[in-house]
Nanobody, 116 residues
Framework: QVQLVESGGALVQAGESLRLSCAAS????????MGWYRQAPGKQREFVAN???????HYVDAVKGRFTISRDNNKSTVYLQMNSLKPEDTAVYYC??????????WGQGTQVTVSS
């Protein structure tokens, strides 16, 4: 069984920064994909960023240049550094992992609120 525990969400003002963390635990050998999604009120969950086992990263256009995803394989943890936050970044952020051919597995979500 795989468990994901997220942390780092908060209420911040526009222009400030936050770093989200997501630690995975359970029975697995390696994690293929680690990523972040978000869901704003009244909207569908959307892709934000992911990082593959080899280190390549992908971002949605809206966060390119402001957000950076990284991972620590020794800790089975993925991070999302969010800079220059905007009110439109307000959402519940969910981490996701794919382990082998199983998944995705989802975290419980962490709230990020950006005030103008």
């Amino acid at each position: 069984q795989v468990q994901l525990v997220e942390s780092g969400g908060a209420l911040v003002q526009a222009g400030e920064s936050l770093r989200l963390s997501c630690a995975a635990s359970g029975s697995f050998f390696s994690i293929n994909v680690m990523g972040w999604y978000r869901q704003a009120p009244g909207k569908q969950r959307e892709f934000v960023a992911n990082i593959l086992a080899g280190g390549s990263t992908h971002y949605v256009d809206a966060v390119k240049g402001r957000f950076t995803i990284s991972r620590d394989n020794n800790k089975s943890t993925v991070y999302l550094q969010m800079n220059s936050l905007k009110p439109e970044d307000t959402a519940v952020y969910y981490c996701m992992i794919v382990v082998g051919d199983k998944g995705p597995y989802w975290g419980q979500g962490t709230q990020v609120t950006v005030s103008s």
